[in-house]
């Protein structure tokens, strides 16, 4: 087995490195055994990343300038890939106690709720648009909300039982959680951190979920085969995606929201019509093909993570076999670059797609050149017409046969 094909192995190019922050050298952090890299996350406007240790400590920096002329380029730490100095704000989050296993941005971007429990007023009423927040869940199933500005905590959320796995808020604050309890649970921020809803179908841990675009629709994956589709508003299951062959691991919708990515332990990355439910693409990371025992089983290329780029074109994983691969969508069989990192363990692109962050399990954090496509003028009408037709409703449309199937994605192949 392999974790390429022989005949396109040379092809493929390196991914360049940015930056490498390490933890022990950038803050003052001595680890123990264990304490590895867990979760990282960028903030809506990548104005700061932040990312957590086995431990009880967040780590934020900075990404862009102090200086106001400088502020239109983001990044500008990572650019100074040889002056430590260049990290612009060292902040550290301490939880209090209890081990970080999961953290989020939020900012309020609305004052739209679509649950019926509305108070006339909280003690967030005064919490203005723009305002950020930070989200860590914890090992005993708390968990803890950061006014980012002020670095207070202003909430702590209390139902979960079993250590948070997962958090994602869907554009605004409704923060929604997964655990090892197998649920899932929305929480309003602005509401009191009001509990209003809460997911059950799984029957063992939640790994974890991610947001539709448009906030409507909620994914949750975990152990098992099944990637679950969720009607957010309703708070009620919408349908079961059935093709992976081992427990799934990490899921992300496309920037449109019309394509969903699934990564699994079954060493693939699938890419789902999230109208339809149909598989589009599959992204393979072992050569030739596992059977199905096989991949159902340790296998040494389980896939732990996908990220999905803003460019509608460019997806990232991680596998265990050690390489980190960036795929162009619209080929499945090889990818675009890779890079070999054995100790890696989440990845994330920012929101703008600039750059992808790599941590590892040495606490160590690598910043990625993002390969940057130009999103050509008939993929971005795609993008528009498919927000508000779904594929069921292509077939009736009176255009020429190729541009239909081009709206149901059949180029991805």
């Known amino acids: 087995m392999a974790s390429f094909p022989d005949d396109l192995a040379d092809s493929i190019s390196e991914v360049r490195l940015l930056q490498e922050l390490h933890t022990d050298v950038e803050f003052t952090c001595p680890r123990k055994h264990g304490d590895e890299l867990v979760s990282t996350a960028w903030a809506n406007d990548d104005s700061f990343f932040a990312w957590s240790l086995g431990t009880q400590k967040i780590f934020i920096v900075q990404t862009e300038s102090d200086d106001a002329k400088l502020r239109s380029r983001p990044f500008d730490f990572i650019k100074k890939s040889h002056d430590t100095a260049a990290v612009r704000l060292k902040k550290t989050l301490d939880s209090g106690g209890s081990t970080v296993t999961a953290i989020a941005f939020g900012q309020r971007s609305s004052d739209k709720k679509w649950h019926s429990n509305q108070v006339q007023y909280n003690r967030l009423q005064k919490f203005h648009q723009g305002s950020m927040v930070l989200a860590a869940g914890l090992w005993n199933g708390d968990i803890k909300i950061w006014d980012l500005q002020s670095s207070r905590i202003i909430l702590v959320l209390q139902d979960h039982k079993l250590p948070i796995t997962d958090l994602a808020f869907n554009g605004s604050l409704i923060l929604a959680s997964a655990s090892k309890d197998t649920l899932v649970k929305l929480w309003d921020i602005l509401d009191d951190g009001n509990l209003f809803d809460t997911l059950a179908e799984h029957t063992k841990s939640v790994n974890a979920v991610t947001w539709s675009p448009n906030g409507r629709r909620l994914v949750s994956v975990g152990v098992g085969k099944s990637v679950l589709v969720w009607d957010a508003q309703q708070g009620v299951l919408e349908r079961r995606l059935e093709g992976h062959q081992n427990d799934v691991t990490g899921c992300q919708f496309s920037k449109g929201g019309t394509l969903l990515f699934t990564s699994s332990a079954d060493t693939k990355v699938i890419c789902w019509d999230a109208e339809s439910g149909a598989i ?41 076999d050690g390489f980190l691969r960036i795929w162009n969508i619209y080929d499945s069989k090889v990818p675009v670059a890779i890079t070999r990192i054995p100790d890696h363990r989440v990845v ?20 990625y050149e993002s390969p940057m496509h130009i999103t050509p003028l008939k993929n971005a009408c795609r993008l528009v017409i498919r927000r508000s037709v779904k594929e069921s409703q292509c077939s009736n449309l009176d255009l020429p046969r190729k541009i239909r199937a081009y709206l149901t994605y059949s180029d991805i192949h």
């Open 280 to 320: 589009k693409a599959t992204f393979e990371h072992m050569f030739p093909s596992p059977r199905p025992i096989f991949a159902g089983g340790v296998n040494g290329h389980e896939v732990r993570d996908v990220s999905v780029s803003a460019d509608g074109v460019t997806i990232a994983s991680i596998c265990n």
């Open 348 to 367: 994330s692109f920012s929101h703008n797609s600039y750059v992808l962050a790599l941590g590892c399990r040495s606490g160590a954090v690598k910043f």
